[in-house]
């Protein structure tokens, strides 16, 4: 278990000054991830705001050696990266023990940089890709992703007179993941620092491709005043609308177990992006959130009972 | 060493040669043969390379790019819908001033689908910023293979190296290949001014560049693009000093008395040279341009070539879709306009989707060209050369 006062003792790899909301959870994950690093690493980042906020030209706010490239590759172009490395590294160009932490956000991860992770981990590269994951295209403007859930608000599935907010529910991804055969994958958020870190320890040990998926509330996209990003994060938890488990060797384990299952009005009522449902004709759009919740933390626990 | 090879049998050997650190490809359709070739040398121990085989060529050249920034000599090969799906990263590739050099085979983009020669899929990224050589047989293809590599990392600029789909990529022919050990002397290793894997010189690469710095940043790659001319001249000097085969920028093919002229890019340069020296058997003052580098556009020394004709038959091998020609017509036009000397152009679209252009087309163009010398003017300007109808 990682110590926060040895954590908060190391040499800033994440530097503040960047340009990101008060609140923001995309960047108190990468400042995170770094610091749970234990050898030195390099990164990359998906076109999105943790790209847009940390390096506006000519300032940045990574104090490691950091790429990007493009929206929908940074999982190609960190698997280049890392094929570069193998190759110097076998000509003895390069000495030290270094790893690799590619940075998606949902956007760049679930939707258009999907394909390019998926060859990512069956190449077997030995990347960790992290993906931020803030439920929409923040970015952009508040766009409705594959990770965004049913019933929430985005600018490209509004709450309408006719249609409250997202009609479908949420892709999976760290199931698809998985079902890759990583060498670990997991889910965390910010909320659970030693949860995070832990992952990230064992994701950068791990001998080949890992994946952390890090629930990162965006106080801007979900609507929720800043200071409570943190208490979001928990309560995604406590109501396992995001479970936090991990899978390594063909074995899933939770890694918190909320101690009683709160519903998930509790964590909805919060967010501004869910406020008409519940002025909402019906509930049928909350059932149906709590219903995909409930099935999946169900099918976790047998899984990871097993 | 004299062998027979195809196009893509010997830009394959080029890449085993030059032994790149990191090569990632995809087999999009039409997939060039040059990967296939180059992954067994990967697997009989051949090369020392990373070889990546990407999930897409959008992926393969993204990988690239990471390779390249990490310090690593870095090569790819795709085709037509390939180089189309890697156009986005092409201008990154080239914003970030990344050496990585691609062997392009030539063939027609899709619509509708085709898998045969044209120079769509080349000249719809030529505003990539990525240097562009056409070569006009498989020996050029493979000795422009290996000077790109140190045209690239002199210029710190991609480059591509195209062959003709079918015509040089799976025709076989003669190449005289330089041993095995004098191409890395040759290269010498990659010498990178930073690295992503330098982590104790820590860079931030492909940064937000907003209102207050893009436009210098984009001028210093013009800047840059400014410089390739000399650099790919020095670098043929050197390769035609070590190995005995000399490149110009604008190859002229009998051009000293020649009245009229086809300028032409790609094999179409060999077919047009046995038109030349067919008609010179017959006492016919005729000679042929090639444009071997298309981007940077070689101005001065096209300008020269050109300027000397009274009748030019410009042949391009794609439409730019503007009402307006092909890409060599509307550039040459464009280089012409201050000169003193101007001859007489006529634009053949030929070849499109394959479409075989034989001797006898060309020698047919050059019946045309010295009828425009009689009667003194043009009568349409733009022609499509071969199409039913027509």
């Known amino acids: 278990?990682?110590?926060?006062?040895?954590?908060?003792?190391?040499?800033?790899?994440?530097?503040?000054?960047?340009?990101?909301?008060?609140?923001?959870?995309?960047?108190?994950?990468?400042?995170?991830?770094?610091?749970?690093?234990?050898?030195?690493?390099?990164?990359?980042?998906?076109?999105?705001?943790?790209?847009?906020?940390?390096?506006?030209?000519?300032?940045?706010?990574?104090?490691?050696?950091?790429?990007?490239?493009?929206?929908?590759?940074?999982?190609?172009?960190?698997?280049?990266?890392?094929?570069?490395?193998?190759?110097?590294?076998?000509?003895?160009?390069?000495?030290?023990?270094?790893?690799?932490?590619?940075?998606?956000?949902?956007?760049?991860?679930?939707d258009i940089g999907l394909q390019a992770l998926s060859g990512m981990i069956e190449r077997?590269?030995?990347?960790?890709?992290?993906?931020?994951?803030?439920?929409?295209?923040?970015?952009?403007?508040?766009?409705?992703?594959?990770?965004?859930?049913?019933?929430?608000?985005?600018?490209?599935?509004?709450?309408?007179?006719?249609?409250?907010?997202?009609?479908?529910?949420?892709?999976?991804?760290?199931?698809?993941?998985?079902?890759?055969?990583?060498?670990?994958?997991?889910?965390?958020?910010?909320?659970?620092?030693?949860?995070?870190?832990?992952?990230?320890?064992?994701?950068?040990?791990?001998?080949?491709?890992?994946?952390?998926?890090?629930?990162?509330?965006?106080?801007?996209?979900?609507?929720?005043?800043?200071?409570?990003?943190?208490?979001?994060?928990?309560?995604?938890?406590?109501?396992?609308?995001?479970?936090?488990?991990?899978?390594?060797?063909?074995?899933?384990?939770?890694?918190?177990?909320?101690?009683?299952?709160?519903?998930?009005?509790?964590?909805?009522?919060?967010?501004?992006?869910?406020?008409?449902?519940?002025?909402?004709?019906?509930?049928?759009?909350?059932?149906?959130?709590?219903?995909?919740?409930?099935?999946?933390?169900?099918?976790?626990?047998?899984?990871?009972?097993? | 060493m004299i062998v027979a090879r195809t196009g893509n049998e010997a830009m394959a050997e080029a890449m085993r040669q030059i032994n790149p650190d990191v090569v990632a490809a995809y087999p999009i359709t039409p997939a060039t043969e040059v990967v296939q070739l180059f992954s067994k040398f990967v697997h009989d121990g051949k090369v020392d390379t990373e070889f990546v085989p990407a999930e897409s060529e959008h992926s393969a050249i993204s990988a690239c790019v990471g390779a390249?920034?990490?310090?690593?000599?870095?090569?790819?090969?795709?085709?037509?819908?390939?180089?189309a799906l890697m156009h986005e990263i092409l201008f990154i590739a080239a914003g970030l001033r990344l050496p990585i050099v691609i062997c392009l085979v030539n063939r027609a983009l899709s619509s509708p689908i085709n898998i045969h020669c044209d120079h769509s899929d080349s000249l719809a990224s030529r505003d990539s910023g990525w240097i562009q050589i056409f070569a006009e047989n498989t020996q050029e293809a493979y000795d422009s293979t290996i000077m790109a590599v140190k045209i690239a990392e002199k210029a710190l600029l991609p480059a591509m190296v195209t062959t003709d789909g079918f015509i040089i990529s799976h025709g076989m022919e003669r190449v005289d290949m330089v041993d095995d050990a004098a191409v890395p002397k040759f290269l010498g290793t990659r010498q990178a001014k930073t690295s992503l894997l330098d982590v104790d010189n820590p860079i931030t690469l492909g940064a937000l560049d907003l209102q207050d710095y893009f436009f210098e940043h984009k001028r210093s790659e013009i800047d840059a693009m400014n410089n390739v001319l000399p650099i790919v001249a020095e670098v043929q000097k050197e390769f035609g000093e070590k190995f005995g085969r000399h490149y110009p920028l604008v190859d002229e093919y009998k051009m000293e008395d020649a009245e009229v002229a086809i300028l032409a890019m790609g094999s179409t340069g060999g077919t047009g040279k046995v038109a030349v020296d067919n008609l010179r058997e017959q006492g016919k003052k005729v000679g042929l341009v090639r444009c071997r580098i298309y981007r940077p556009f070689p101005k001065d020394a096209m300008l020269k070539a050109i300027s000397k004709v009274k009748v030019l038959g410009i042949t391009d091998r794609a439409d730019t879709m503007s009402t307006m020609g092909g890409h060599l017509y509307n550039e040459c036009r464009s280089i012409l306009y201050d000169s003193d000397a101007r001859?007489?152009?006529?634009?053949?679209?030929?070849?499109?989707?394959?479409?075989?252009?034989?001797?006898?087309?060309?020698?047919?163009?050059?019946?045309?060209?010295?009828?425009?010398?009689?009667?003194?003017?043009?009568?349409?300007?733009?022609?499509y050369y071969g199409v039913r109808g027509e």
């Not at chain 1, 003792?9 to 994440?14: A, D, G, L, R, V």
């Not at chain 1, 690493?41 to 790429?67: D, H, K, M, Q, R």
């Not at chain 2, 006529?346 to 075989?356: S, T, V």
């Open chain 1, 1 to 110: 278990m990682a110590s926060l006062k040895q954590l908060a003792s190391q040499k800033e790899k994440f530097l503040g000054g960047h340009r990101a909301c008060a609140g923001c959870a995309a960047t108190i994950a990468a400042r995170m991830v770094l610091t749970a690093a234990e050898q030195p690493v390099v990164v990359g980042a998906a076109t999105g705001c943790l790209e847009v906020v940390s390096t506006i030209y000519p300032f940045s706010a990574w104090n490691v050696p950091y790429v990007h490239n493009a929206f929908e590759n940074v999982a190609a172009t960190m698997s280049g990266v890392e094929a570069a490395y193998r190759a110097l590294k076998k000509k003895g160009m390069v000495e030290k023990d270094l790893r690799f932490i590619a940075f998606g956000g949902d956007g760049g991860t679930y």
């Open chain 1, 124 to 306: 077997r590269h030995r990347v960790l890709y992290v993906c931020y994951n803030n439920e929409a295209y923040m970015n952009t403007g508040i766009q409705r992703s594959s990770a965004t859930p049913r019933g929430a608000h985005t600018t490209t599935s509004p709450a309408g007179t006719e249609i409250p907010g997202k009609i479908q529910i949420r892709k999976n991804l760290t199931e698809i993941i998985i079902a890759h055969e990583p060498a670990y994958a997991a889910q965390t958020t910010i909320g659970y620092w030693n949860d995070l870190v832990t992952k990230v320890r064992k994701a950068l040990d791990a001998d080949g491709p890992s994946f952390i998926n890090i629930y990162a509330p965006c106080r801007l996209g979900w609507a929720y005043v800043p200071e409570k990003t943190i208490k979001v994060s928990k309560l995604a938890v406590e109501t396992c609308v995001w479970p936090l488990y991990e899978y390594e060797n063909g074995k899933y384990k939770i890694t918190v177990k909320p101690k009683e299952k709160k519903p998930i009005t509790e964590f909805l009522n919060l967010q501004g992006r869910f406020g008409h449902l519940f002025k909402w004709r019906d509930d049928i759009p909350i059932k149906e959130y709590q219903e995909e919740v409930d099935m999946i933390w169900e099918r976790l626990l047998k899984r990871s009972a097993q």
């Open chain 2, 68 to 83: 390249s920034s990490a310090g690593a000599r870095v090569m790819t090969s795709t085709a037509s819908q390939g180089l």
């Open chain 2, 343 to 383: 001859p007489l152009m006529k634009n053949y679209i030929y070849g499109l989707g394959g479409r075989d252009i034989s001797i006898e087309d060309i020698e047919n163009i050059y019946a045309e060209l010295y009828s425009i010398q009689k009667s003194g003017k043009v009568d349409t300007d733009i022609v």
